[in-house]
């Protein structure tokens, strides 16, 4: 699934292609009816054309394009979605479930092999976005933040990572590599990092992300850009379905488990869980 480093290359790319430009003509297939999620799927197609692209911004997993007349049409590509800025007579995508036409003579095509994606157009970001937690690129994430938000929870560390309402953006790749960046091992309760772990952890979110953004985000299965390129940090990754190959760092196999239903990788060596444990008992005895 596209997180934040493939979603904001895709925003990158597209700003400049597209600030300025206007729909002129909305189709969306009848065989993805839940495709767009509010208003009715005729008002959207009737609300969009005329619409002007005055920015392209990115609010976690979501591309965000601010229309003239104050309306927002918001992306989530899911699973498997990848919009496609293409010339109109360009060849057909395969598993194009939209087709937004543009007053340049290009489109933004929709292609979702799973069907999961979702668009939304709507007056008030709030509706849709109202619940995110902070952006893990923003300065308004600070290790003190990041500190009270981990206090709060006894769940595993991962499953912070992967909570939209605590931090947005992150999902399995840059949680299980920001864990191995920090040194740290999943299934950590949240609340039992030290002061220095949360530090750390914090640079290790960013670092990693920032990473990936230079790579223009990871293609492990179906993530293309907005030109159907597919990106390159799959082949720089730490842990990530690396199971079973040798620790980078230390040699030792990369190992799986299970964690809330998703598959997480990490090395046992660099990330222990018990000695930490251990570290947790001493200090809340003393
Ligand atoms: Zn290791």
Redesign the pocket.
Known sequence: MPELPEVETIRRDLLPALRGHAFTHAWLSPEAPRLVQAPPAAEFARLLPGRRIENVSRRGKHLVFHLSGGLYLVVHLRMTGALLHRPSDAAPDRYVRAVLSLDDGSELRFSDLRKFGAFWLVPDLSEVLGRLGPEPLDSGLTPSLLRELTARRRAPIKSLLLDQRALAGLGNIYADEALFAAGLHPQRPASSLSHSEVERLHGAIRRVLLAALEDRGASFSDYVDASGREGRHQFRVQVFRRTGKP?Y??G?EIARVKLAGRSTHF?P??QPLEAAAARAKRKAAS
Request: aromatic residues 0%; contains cysteine; proline residues 0%.
């Open positions: 620790c760092t230390c030792r090395c060596k660099c």
